[in-house]
């Protein structure tokens, strides 16, 4: 058997990497040209109850241990006027060390056999070509057949046709992205706001806040979110930085300017990036010979979890394709019925909150977070 997953994203290569662990061999198609093709977006925490445990499944604790960027642990929580509501440390110790997604993915590629990512592969089509076996065509006119299909290919995949015509809708939401870089000496007074790890900043309404975190070196990673059709963002001239930068610092008028300067004062072009999701809890009747891991099968608006269930979908279906040999449709069913559970049922709330905060938080900030994700 050799499993042909289409993209290389932390949810195809976890998958890839399991089954070389088992003996599996793998082949994965990515549309990116080349490791190096796209940046690959910031920090993200990288959780002891979900994506830690894909991370022993592929072998690689020590190697996942040498990213984790220290003291990114710590949170500040600001209101509008910058003073400070709450603020955690980083002793080390917590659940949910960061590491940059670039390096975590070069990770998972550099434990993979070479030439098993085909760069420059983007799949224009797939078809069922009977008794569980699958084609898949590419951009430039080619075509592989294959006995099992993984789509990993993300929030708008192309597999996941072969298994439901759900596909992903706006969530009313949407981040507009910035950086600061040197933030420590051309930008002090926002570097202490957001201090040595990540800060939320509230302003009493869920349909406006800044977060931001602080990366490799000083540089600081803004989300700003905002709550509003579509149509409001597509009045914005994202071509024109500094005009975009205005309208959307215009929405937090009256916050600190600390705070504010994370909008106005970015290094780089303002990104719009809105927030689409998949039906929650959609699931499909077993087709033979196909399945699919991460967003492609359950994206969400970002919660923190996105790139952890993904990691542990392809952990656990190579875990699974291991412990199944010559009976994929077993393996593939025991994969699904726990990634179907697991992708409809939230990180339960007092997991959640001790992994956030430890055990001694104010009982006041508790119900704002809780308000937060209601
Ligand atoms: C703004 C934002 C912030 C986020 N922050 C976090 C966070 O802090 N923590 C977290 O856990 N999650 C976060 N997420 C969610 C997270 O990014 C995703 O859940 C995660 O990347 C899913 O991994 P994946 O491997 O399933 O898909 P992806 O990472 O999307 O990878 C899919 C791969 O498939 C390739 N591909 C796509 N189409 C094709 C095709 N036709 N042919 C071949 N290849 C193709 C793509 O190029 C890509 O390499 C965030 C999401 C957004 C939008």
Known sequence: MNVTIIGAGLGGLTLARVLHVHGIPATVYEAEPSPMARTQGGMLDIHD???????????????????VLEGRQAMRILDRDGNLLYEKTDDGTGGRPEVQRGELRRMLLDALPEGTVRWGHKVEGVRTLGDGRHEVTFEDGTA???????????????????????????????????????????????????????????????????????????????????????EWFAAIDFTDPAAAA?????????????LTALITDGDTAPVLRPHYALPAGLRWDRVPGVTLVGDAAHL???????????????????????????????????????????????VDDAVLLESLFGDDVPESLLELVRGEQG
Request: net charge negative.
């Open 49 to 67: 109850y979900n994506g830690q445990l894909a991370v022993e499944a592929a072998g690689l604790v020590a190697e996942f241990r040498e990213l």
């Open 246 to 258: 205005a309208r959307v610092a215009a929405e937090f008028e009256g916050w600190a300017p600390e």
């Open 300 to 346: 969400a608006a970002p919660n923190g979890e996105g790139v952890n269930l993904a990691m542990l979908d392809g952990a656990e279906l190579g875990q699974a394709l291991a412990a199944h040999p010559g009976d994929v449709e077993a393996a593939i069913a025991q994969y699904e019925e726990a990634m179907f559970v697991r992708a409809a049922t939230p």
């Open 144 to 230: 592989v057949g294959t006995d099992l299909l993984v789509g990993a290919d993300g929030a708008w995949s192309k597999v996941r046709s072969l298994l439901t015509d759900a596909t992903p809708d706006y969530e009313g939401t949407a981040f507009v992205e910035t950086y600061l870089f040197l933030a420590d000496s051309r930008h002090p007074e926002t570097a202490e706001a957001v201090g040595g790890g990540s800060m939320v900043a509230h302003g009493g309404s869920p349909d406006e806040g800044i977060n931001a975190h602080r990366e490799s070196g000083d540089t600081l990673h803004t989300y700003v979110a905002l709550t509003r059709p579509l």
